[in-house]
């Protein structure tokens, strides 16, 4: 039985370094008052607080606000599938954590079938659109642009995929019907709901950049002041899209009068136009694609390809691991930090060379991953010390890799959402509008991604090709890593994070903690993050007491706030949930 300990606490996470500002913020405990409870959800809250997993029989739900988890426990407990609650669970953060995800960002979904047994996952990654050109986020002297330049206005905006996903996953696996299932989000976006802290305050750090636009300033900025914590908010347009939506499907998104205002939006937004057009809607479609599978300690670990780097990128730093016994080193060694470190390292900068859209390139999945590679990688761990310099391996394929480093930047904000039904379907799916509030502009309620800006802005370094670069229909590359890690061919353990390119790192920490540590689910959701992508050990300040042996060992290392927001599930003879103490959201079930 895992041990039951006492959480780590609600963590203040004030900005830290200037990349993560964008949608880090105290959370609901922090000085501004408690987010606002449903009363079905109390008990939840209450194990949350006390570090306890949250226990169920039947079905459960995690996800970032607890008005979501409650509309989507009331499709579960109605006999809905986990597509099914799935649509109303984003239906509900659109309104009520705007920040992060909605209507016009994208999402990655991993499913695994409780009839079939099988794993599908499904790319709903926004594409860019066919008008773009190779210098999108370049001056007039070529030089790429500062990244609040690119974000804030059209020039960002990619071609939404999350509708499509919504749509797309309740047609394979929902049961419901699905005007039904926008109900709670609908009410709660004509009636009102009260603005949760954690909004409160990105609101108002953000507010230069939201005032920039007319309505998104009059939505979140009235009578020119910051909405603050606790006020009703209401929002009659997006109540309005989506009885359009209910009524006559995803189609009204892509087509007609929709998609009409979506592109004049993006084209004529005064400040950083863009050039997504009705076609690039239109034309826009849902990808299936084969689930990346990687061993891990007798679990296989399944999660999204390209355009994610997260599923290969987990899976080589969980492959990089396998012959060291974590386990035996445990939770508060530096060791044991030293090993993930490098090992993520290694990994990352693999991503940064070889990793983008293979629907226009070649990328080397099956080098990346093979035993011999992962060898040759981890045999560098073997020393004491961290590793002086890293550099890109060069894994075997049948195509030449002759690409250049990237390191493109990719902001913490997102969502996820973890989901077991009655019916034995496990469902994990990370969902974004990339940075928080996105191009800050408003359509019909909903805010609209500014996804482009995870392409690398050069095309080039040196000479050499960045594999991703912006181009016509392509998917930028993310680091989402929705996972659903399983044992005989059940799943066990499904979790994911927001996070930008820390997500990584924060679902690797999660699964070693479970795994390797025999912690609960809650434990290791609130065990403190130590993150190292490209040479700078970023640690969260309850983990200090690792600084000063990491630093001996040859890391920088920088104290710094790490917001993730994981939501996770054991599934075994009975449920676990456990959710982030850094956010708002929750684990319920029955």
């Known amino acids: ?103 016009g960002g994208g999402a990655f979904l991993v499913w695994h079938d409780g009839q079939s047994g099988e794993i599908t996952t499904l790319d709903g990654r926004e594409t860019a659109p066919l008008a773009v050109t190779p210098t999108l986020f370049q001056d007039e002297a070529g030089e790429p642009l500062q990244f609040f330049d690119a974000v804030v206005g059209g020039r960002s905006v990619g071609t939404p995929g999350t509708p499509a996903l919504m749509a797309d996953a309740h047609a394979r696996w929902g049961r419901a019907d699905w005007s039904g299932l926008f109900t709670d989000a609908i009410r709660l976006a004509e009636d009102g709901f009260p603005v949760s802290p954690r909004l409160a305050g990105l609101i108002a750090a953000d507010a230069d950049h939201l005032k920039v636009f007319a309505e998104t300033r009059d939505y979140f900025l009235p009578d020119g002041a910051p909405l603050t914590a606790g006020q009703i908010l209401r929002n009659p347009d997006y109540a309005n899209t989506l009885q359009l939506l ?107 060379r070889y990793l983008a859209d293979s629907d226009f390139l070649p990328v080397p999945l099956k080098g990346l991953l093979s035993p011999d590679y992962l060898k040759s990688r981890s045999d560098l761990l073997r020393g004491d010390d961290a590793l002086p310099q890293v550099s890109p391996g060069t894994p075997e394929f049948d195509h030449a890799l002759n690409w250049a480093d990237d390191q493109s930047l990719e902001l913490p904000s997102t969502s996820h959402i973890s989901i077991v039904d009655s019916h034995g379907n496990a469902l994990s799916m990370t969902t974004t509008i990339e940075n928080g509030f996105g191009s800050r502009l408003l359509v ?44 005989d061919g059940r799943p066990v353990l499904i979790l994911g994070s927001p996070g930008g390119s820390q997500i990584i790192g924060y679902v690797v920490k999660t699964i070693i903690a479970w795994v390797d540590w025999g912690m609960d689910v809650q434990e290791a959701v609130s065990l403190p993050h130590l993150v190292n992508r490209f040479g700078p050990y970023d640690i969260e300040p309850e983990a200090s007491a690792l600084a000063e042996p990491l630093t001996a060992m040859g890391f920088e290392v920088r104290e710094t706030s790490l917001t993730s927001g994981l939501h996770v599930i054991e599934q075994g003879a009975r449920l676990f949930g456990g959710a982030d103490p850094r956010r708002e959201g929750l684990a319920y079930g029955k």
């Open 444 to 487: 019909r309620g909903f805010l609209l991604n500014n996804e482009l800006t995870d392409f690398s802005f050069a095309t080039h370094e040196n000479g050499v090709p960045i594999a991703n670069a912006v181009a016509p229909g392509k998917r930028p590359r993310s680091s989402m890593t929705p996972t659903i890690l399983r044992r």
């Open 246 to 352: 209910a009524q006559e499907g995803v189609k009204a998104f892509y087509t007609g009068e929709l998609a009409l205002d979506i592109a004049e939006r993006v084209q004529r937004s005064g400040r950083n136009p863009g050039v997504l057009s009705p076609l690039d809607l239109a034309i826009y479609r849902v990808k299936e694609r084969p689930a990346i599978c990687t061993p891990y300690r007798g679990f296989e670990v399944c999660g999204m390809g390209p355009p994610s780097s997260g599923a290969i990128t987990l899976g080589q730093i969980l492959g990089l691991l396998e012959s060291f016994d974590l386990a035996a080193l445990g939770s508060d060694s530096p060791e044991a930090w030293r090993l993930i470190g490098d090992a993520s390292r290694l990994a990352y900068a693999d991503r940064g």
């Open 1 to 103: 039985m895992r041990a039951l300990v006492l959480a780590v606490g609600v963590l203040f996470c004030g900005p830290g370094l200037a990349q993560q500002t964008a949608d880090t913020v105290a959370p609901e405990g922090a000085g501004a008052g408690a987010v606002q409870v449903p009363p079905m959800l109390e008990a939840a809250q209450a194990a949350k607080d006390a570090g306890r997993p949250v226990e169920a029989q039947t079905w459960m739900i995690a996800a970032a606000h607890p008005l979501a988890v409650e509309a989507g426990a009331r499709v579960l407990a109605a006999g809905g599938t986990a597509a099914d609650a799935m649509v109303s669970v984003q239906a509900v953060l659109g309104l009520v954590e705007p920040q992060s995800s909605g209507l």
